[in-house]
């Protein structure tokens, strides 16, 4: 008998220590049948969500991951579960800490992202469509910032994952916009921000999904979907909960924690909506503080990245990060900004906080005002008066007429051969059902569109004076800013050219996320920081979706 356990304990042994150090079989991506699942979801009550598609016809995923079958190979299931207390949830500066400590590295820690994405995204069940490419490089880069660490690392980027929605351009992965037809958008240079990035010691993981063409696209189609990445889901709720768009990937792969933070970008609600159905932090800056050379544009009136992390204080870390003056961009600005020096106050004295009363009948919403208000911020009720919004439409198409081939003809890889929408729109109707399947109605309007540029100015200053006259509490009322939900304002706040932070604020009865935003004046990032820091921490509500812990 003894001699049997003996055995028993041996083999038990050889199998663990197999798990552990031998290598693993790799893990294939499969296509799986979407009938059944496409036939349900039909029945949705938001026709937004009635897909025709979840999986990508483009990508082959098995290709997206080969350049790390060998390192994934000796990287077990136990080696992914004794690092996940050291990574699932946490900020940079305790990332950092465990590095400078040496309970982890740079390496090791995207392994684990790696590993991650492969584990929820090969799975038929918790795929979330959320990522369009990987860097191939991204191991070698990593063991290089562990040969170089560097001192003082606390509060930056340095070494750490990160994600670009796949509008940004980067030097070692195509910038898609989610189009086929810029599928090979490759060999481009990196994108400002990408640059600063990576002056700064930051990894760039990959690119993630996103509505196609930045959701300027298609009209009443799916919020994340693309033709090159398949449909975006949301984890707190696949198919149940829209992702929000349109940097529905940014959001998506930061509430499942598959990197540190994403970068975003933002025409009008495209940070803002997928942070907040997504329970991440999302900060819209003002348009000029960060520069959008390098990215594929609708708007170069309204257009503007932005940083989308689990919490504020990594927003504040990426914030510094990409800033910087831009000579290419003509909004740029010269801002001696420093988001994170000395950190954040922790209390809520002198701050004013306006409310919109038409929102109070919103119970997540008054219970935070009110918890506001017993933690001692002054409060002032308002109801901003009724705007026109006439004009919106034709902005966003008469900048893209022009800032589209202004993006092919600088900043596209040389191999691009659309130059305008009209070469897009013809593109996609050779093959509209693997190309466009919800249709192009928008760029149709694009082309159709015969606005001249005298007429865009004046409709630019209309709209501005109308979203300034809405936003006119912050300063008539001396407030630091006004709280909305969600991206229900970021219109408003975008024609009138203001700062836009959203925090997590809870959940509603069904599980779906929901966030409060603060609408800030131009060039208030830093205010509008601390104060979501000291919301934050008063509320401490994101959680991580269930399924994906």
């Given at each position: 008998?003894?001699?049997?356990?003996?055995?028993?304990f041996?083999i038990?042994?050889?199998?663990?220590?197999?798990?552990?150090?031998?290598?693993?079989?790799?893990?294939?991506?499969?296509?799986?049948?979407?009938?059944?699942v496409?036939q349900k979801?039909?029945?949705h009550e938001?026709?937004?969500?009635?897909?025709?598609?979840?999986?990508?016809?483009?990508?082959?995923?098995n290709?997206?991951?080969?350049?790390?079958?060998?390192?994934?190979?000796?990287?077990s299931?136990?080696?992914?579960?004794?690092?996940?207390?050291?990574?699932?949830?946490?900020?940079?500066?305790?990332?950092q800490?465990?590095?400078?400590?040496?309970?982890l590295?740079?390496?090791?820690?995207?392994?684990?992202?790696?590993?991650?994405?492969?584990?929820?995204?090969?799975?038929?069940?918790k795929?979330?469509?959320?990522?369009i490419?990987?860097?191939?490089?991204?191991?070698?880069?990593?063991?290089?910032?562990?040969?170089?660490?560097?001192?003082?690392?606390?509060?930056?980027?340095?070494g750490?994952?990160?994600?670009l929605?796949?509008?940004i351009?980067?030097?070692?992965?195509?910038?898609?916009?989610?189009?086929i037809?810029?599928?090979?958008?490759?060999?481009?240079?990196?994108?400002f921000?990408?640059?600063?990035?990576?002056?700064?010691?930051?990894l760039?993981?990959?690119?993630?999904?996103?509505?196609?063409?930045?959701?300027f696209?298609?009209?009443g189609?799916?919020?994340?979907?693309?033709?090159?990445g398949?449909?975006?889901?949301?984890?707190?709720?696949?198919?149940?909960?829209?992702?929000?768009g349109?940097?529905?990937g940014?959001?998506?792969?930061i509430?499942?924690?598959?990197?540190?933070a994403?970068?975003?970008?933002?025409?009008s609600g495209?940070?803002?909506s997928?942070?907040?159905?997504?329970?991440?932090?999302?900060?819209k800056?003002?348009?000029?503080?960060?520069?959008?050379?390098?990215?594929?544009?609708?708007?170069s009136?309204?257009?503007?990245?932005?940083?989308?992390?689990?919490?504020?204080?990594?927003?504040?870390?990426?914030m510094n990060?990409?800033?910087?003056?831009?000579?290419?961009?003509?909004?740029?600005?010269?801002?001696?900004?420093?988001?994170?020096?000395?950190?954040?106050?922790t209390?809520?004295?002198?701050?004013r906080?306006?409310?919109?009363?038409?929102?109070?009948?919103?119970?997540?919403?008054?219970t935070?005002?009110?918890?506001?208000?017993?933690?001692?911020?002054?409060?002032?009720?308002?109801?901003?008066p009724?705007i026109?919004?006439?004009?919106?439409?034709?902005?966003?198409?008469?900048?893209?007429k022009?800032?589209?081939?202004s993006?092919?003809?600088?900043?596209?890889?040389?191999?691009i051969?659309?130059?305008?929408?009209?070469?897009?729109?013809?593109f996609?109707?050779?093959?509209?059902?693997?190309?466009?399947?919800?249709?192009?109605?928008?760029?149709?309007?694009i082309?159709?569109d015969?606005?001249?540029?005298?007429e865009?100015?004046?409709?630019?200053?209309?709209?501005?004076?109308?979203?300034?006259?809405?936003?006119?509490?912050?300063?008539?009322?001396?407030?630091?800013a006004?709280?909305?939900?969600?991206?229900?304002?970021?219109?408003?706040a975008?024609v009138?050219?203001?700062?836009?932070?959203?925090?997590?604020?809870g959940?509603?009865k069904?599980?779906e996320?929901?966030?409060?935003t603060?609408?800030?004046?131009?060039?208030?990032e830093?205010r509008?920081?601390?104060?979501?820091?000291?919301?934050?921490?008063?509320?401490?509500?994101?959680?991580?979706p269930k399924?994906?812990?």
């Amino acid at each position: 008998m003894k001699k049997l356990f003996y055995f028993s304990f041996l083999i038990s042994v050889f199998i663990s220590c197999q798990k552990t150090k031998g290598p693993q079989l790799p893990v294939v991506f499969k296509k799986y049948s979407e009938s059944a699942v496409l036939q349900k979801q039909q029945n949705h009550e938001n026709k937004r969500m009635q897909f025709k598609l979840f999986q990508s016809k483009y990508i082959d995923m098995n290709a997206v991951f080969k350049p790390f079958e060998r390192e994934l190979s000796y990287f077990s299931e136990e080696q992914y579960a004794a690092l996940k207390p050291l990574i699932l949830e946490q900020d940079i500066p305790t990332l950092q800490k465990h590095v400078i400590a040496g309970r982890l590295s740079y390496e090791k820690l995207t392994l684990f992202y790696l590993y991650r994405i492969r584990k929820f995204e090969s799975d038929s069940l918790k795929s979330l469509n959320s990522i369009i490419s990987l860097n191939p490089t991204i191991l070698d880069q990593a063991r290089a910032r562990d040969k170089n660490k560097k001192e003082n690392t606390e509060f930056t980027v340095y070494g750490m994952p990160i994600l670009l929605k796949d509008n940004i351009n980067t030097r070692d992965m195509a910038t898609t916009a989610g189009a086929i037809v810029l599928a090979e958008n490759k060999d481009t240079k990196d994108a400002f921000i990408v640059q600063k990035l990576r002056e700064k010691g930051a990894l760039i993981l990959g690119k993630a999904n996103l509505s196609e063409w930045a959701y300027f696209f298609c009209s009443g189609c799916p919020l994340g979907y693309s033709a090159i990445g398949g449909q975006t889901l949301n984890p707190y709720g696949r198919g149940v909960f829209e992702t929000g768009g349109s940097s529905a990937g940014s959001g998506v792969t930061i509430a499942a924690n598959f990197a540190v933070a994403a970068v975003g970008t933002e025409t009008s609600g495209s940070i803002t909506s997928p942070s907040s159905l997504n329970s991440i932090v999302g900060l819209k800056p003002t348009i000029g503080v960060l520069s959008r050379t390098g990215i594929v544009p609708i708007s170069s009136t309204l257009d503007t990245p932005g940083p989308m992390t689990k919490n504020v204080i990594d927003n504040a870390i990426f914030m510094n990060a990409m800033r910087g003056f831009d000579r290419r961009d003509t909004a740029s600005k010269k801002i001696d900004q420093d988001y994170f020096q000395n950190g954040f106050n922790t209390n809520f004295k002198g701050i004013r906080l306006g409310v919109l009363k038409s929102l109070l009948s919103d119970s997540i919403y008054r219970t935070t005002v009110a918890k506001l208000k017993k933690e001692g911020v002054v409060i002032v009720e308002i109801t901003p008066p009724e705007i026109s919004f006439e004009g919106f439409t034709t902005l966003l198409n008469i900048d893209m007429k022009h800032d589209l081939p202004s993006y092919l003809s600088e900043n596209a890889a040389k191999n691009i051969s659309v130059k305008s929408v009209a070469d897009v729109v013809l593109f996609n109707s050779q093959d509209s059902i693997l190309r466009a399947p919800y249709g192009q109605q928008l760029f149709d309007g694009i082309v159709a569109d015969n606005t001249t540029l005298e007429e865009l100015e004046l409709i630019k200053a209309n709209l501005m004076q109308e979203g300034k006259k809405y936003l006119h509490a912050l300063k008539d009322e001396k407030i630091d800013a006004i709280l909305s939900i969600n991206n229900y304002h970021s219109g408003i706040a975008a024609v009138a050219k203001h700062p836009t932070l959203t925090v997590p604020m809870g959940y509603r009865k069904s599980g779906e996320p929901v966030s409060l935003t603060f609408v800030g004046t131009p060039f208030s990032e830093r205010r509008l920081l601390e104060i979501g820091y000291i919301f934050e921490q008063l509320t401490k509500v994101r959680k991580l979706p269930k399924n994906y812990q």
